[in-house]
Structures are given as structure tokens and as C-alpha cells.
């Protein structure tokens, strides 16, 4: 049920060769955008202040009962991580909704996303919608649209992300940019205008 969107970059990542086998040099960073139907992933590389892409893609679950569709999320994203080896997770907290039941439903498979990292030994940093497009795009009411470019122009991706996986490698990114300690996200040349990086 996962659709990763390796075509961007083939699935490989533009990190030096030996970054990547230096664990003082590199971090691997997996986001994550929990949805009951859709669940967003995306996987950086933190290498100094700058930031390569690796993978992402949406794990999608049948219709079906809640049980069956949380074990999707949770074996999906166990893949992604015995795939990727991400060393962090950063997770977008769930907002409250108009409607508690969707609210109820969101919580719980944002609860299957986290089990995943945990039982991978993984440290979760959690960070609200308003936290994650007020790190990449500048402005914390943006809209998806504004997201999906600000990550394609930020991680120099040849084609747009889908918007769960935008968010996701947003998430990401907003981990890298102050999360733990990571320091800050180097933009240099670039400003924001109206909530677009030009």
C-alpha cells in the first residue's frame, strides 16, 4: 500500500558517499504526516547546514476496520525504516478538529506512526502544523501549495511532492532547521516574499 516517490531523485541521495558513513556528519531525518487514509513520509540528510533528499512517498490503507488499518501504517512505516535508517523522527502533531471523531481517528494513527519509530529505537520529536510551515515557508497560516514549493525549491527536487509527502519532508525539515539542537537551516540567498522563497 506505500507509493514512494523515489523517481524525483531515483530513490538515492546527493550526500557524499563518506558523509553518510560518518555518523558526526550526517543525520538521517525521517518525517512523518499521520492520516488514517493517508500517511506521509519523507527522508533527509542533514550533512552540516545542508540538507539532501532521499526518499518519500504515502503509505495509503484499504478500506476496512480501524485494527487492520493501523497495522498498515505501523508495518509500512517499520519498511521505510529497516529501508532508510533514519537516526531521528519528527512527527506533525495532530490539531484539533471541528469534528472529535476525526480528531479520535487522526490521534490514533499518529499513535501507530510513533509505535513504529519506538519500536525501532528511534527518539520522536513532535512539532505542530503551525511550527512546521512557519520553519520552511515563513509563515505559520500557509497554505499547502505554498509547502509543496517551498520543499521542492528547499531540497532542489526536479518534480513537486504530493501534499502529504510535502508535509512530510516539511516536518523534516523543520526538525533540521532547530529540532534538537540541529541549528539552523541554511537559506543563504534566499528570502521570503508573501510566504514564497525567491
Excluded: W
Excluded at 525549491?153 to 512530510?168: E, F, I, M, V, Y
Aim: glycine content about 10%; aromatic content about 4%; charged content about 15%.
Amino acid at each position: 500500500m506505500m507509493n514512494a516517490e523515489y523517481g524525483m531523485r531515483n530513490g538515492t541521495s546527493d550526500t557524499p558517499h563518506s558523509a553518510l558513513h560518518n555518523p558526526h556528519s550526517a543525520i538521517r531525518i525521517l518525517g512523518i504526516d499521520p492520516g488514517l487514509r493517508v500517511t506521509g513520509f519523507g527522508v533527509l540528510d542533514k550533512v552540516g547546514q545542508q540538507l539532501h533528499y532521499v526518499a518519500s512517498g504515502c503509505i495509503k490503507t484499504p478500506d476496512g476496520e480501524l485494527p487492520e488499518r493501523l497495522k498498515v501504517i505501523l508495518n509500512s512505516l517499520g519498511e521505510v525504516i529497516a529501508q532508510h535508517k533514519p537516526d531521528q523522527v519528527a512527527v506533525e502533531k495532530v490539531f484539533v478538529n471541528v469534528n472529535p471523531q476525526s480528531t479520535l481517528l487522526l490521534g490514533q494513527a499518529r499513535g501507530a506512526a510513533i509505535c513504529a519509530a519506538v519500536l525501532a529505537n528511534l527518539p520522536v520529536a513532535e512539532y505542530t502544523a503551525l511550527q512546521v510551515k512557519q520553519a520552511v515557508v515563513g509563515n505559520g497560516h500557509a497554505k499547502k501549495e505554498q509547502v509543496q514549493e517551498m520543499v521542492q525549491r528547499l531540497l532542489k527536487l526536479s518534480g513537486t511532492p504530493s501534499p502529504d509527502a510535502a508535509d512530510a519532508l516539511a516536518c523534516a525539515i523543520c526538525h533540521a532547521h532547530g529540532g534538537m539542537g540541529l541549528g539552523a537551516l541554511a537559506t543563504k540567498g534566499f528570502s521570503v516574499k508573501k510566504g514564497r522563497l525567491v
